[in-house]
Nanobody, 121 residues
């Protein structure tokens, strides 16, 4: 089992920035691929970004490329999502996730509780 706890969400104006963090505990953090998902009210969950545990290769949803950056610190068991130039359409509950296997596949196994990100226009 991997336990995940997110923080860093909040309210920000369009064009602003936020950094989400996700602290993991339980099974070996460094051997798991990690990712961020988001879900806005009335919409399906989206796979926003993923990062490999092997070589830190990354995946991004097209709509966030160039604005969001995923990173991980295995020594601190922490995953990050730096979000810049935020847009109102980025408003959602953001959830971190972990899995064994392919970081770019959305089939993650372990989930956090989520943190709300609200971007005002």
């Amino acid at each position: 089992q991997v336990q995940l706890v997110e923080s860093g969400g909040g309210l920000v104006q369009a064009g602003g920035s936020l950094r989400l963090s996700c602290v993991a505990s339980g099974r070996t953090f460094s051997s798991h691929a990690l990712g961020w998902f988001r879900q806005a009210p009335g919409k399906d969950r989206e796979f926003v970004s993923g990062i490999s545990w092997i070589d830190a290769s990354t995946y991004y949803l097209d709509s966030v490329k160039g604005r969001f950056t995923i990173s991980r610190d295995n020594a601190k068991n922490t995953l990050y999502l730096q979000m810049n130039n935020l847009k109102p359409e980025d408003t959602a509950v953001y959830t971190c996730a972990a899995r064994l296997g392919n970081y770019a596949s959305p089939d993650y196994h372990y989930w956090g509780q989520g943190t709300q990100v609200t971007v005002s226009s």
